[in-house]
C-alpha cells in the first residue's frame, strides 16, 4: 500500500532544466521528511536535497546547491526538485525517500524507511 512514484525523468542539454516530482500514497505524508538521492553504477548513493515535514527545513548537497531547489505540497502528498543548470555529473536515477520527521542524518540514505523506483535523469550533449 505504501508507495512512493517517481517522474519528470529524461534526457536533456547540459545547462537545460528539468521537474522530478515524487507522489506518495499510504502513510501519513504530512508527518514524513522526503529527500532525494541519485545514484550511478558504481557509486554510492548520493543524498540530493531533503524537505522537513511542514517547517520549510531544506538541505542541499554541495553539488547541488543553488541549481536545484526543493519544495512540497502536503495537500497533493508530493514533493517536487526543480533542477536547473543542469551538468553531465548530474546524470543518474533519482530516488524519492521518506521517513519520519524526528532527529536523524539527512544524508544517510539507510535512515529512509520508503523509497520510490527512480526516475532515470541523463545530462549530455
Known amino acids: 500500500q505504501v508507495q512512493l512514484m517517481e517522474s519528470g525523468g529524461g534526457l536533456v542539454q547540459p545547462g537545460g532544466s528539468l521537474r522530478l516530482t515524487c507522489t506518495a500514497s499510504g502513510f501519513t505524508f504530512h508527518a514524513f521528511a522526503i529527500a532525494w538521492f541519485r545514484q550511478d553504477p558504481g557509486k554510492e548513493r548520493e543524498a540530493v536535497s531533503f524537505i522537513n515535514s511542514s517547517d520549510g527545513t531544506t538541505f542541499y548537497g554541495d553539488s547541488v546547491k543553488g541549481r536545484f531547489t526543493i519544495s512540497r505540497d502536503n495537500a497533493k502528498n508530493t514533493v517536487y526538485l526543480q533542477m536547473n543548470s543542469l551538468k553531465p555529473e548530474d546524470t543518474g536515477v533519482y530516488y524519492c525517500?521518506?521517513?519520519?520527521?524526528?532527529?536523524?542524518?539527512?544524508?544517510?540514505?539507510?535512515?529512509?524507511?520508503?523509497w520510490g523506483q527512480g526516475t532515470q535523469v541523463t545530462v549530455s550533449s
Open positions: 525517500a521518506a521517513r519520519r520527521d524526528v532527529g536523524f542524518i539527512w544524508n544517510q540514505y539507510r535512515e529512509y524507511d520508503f
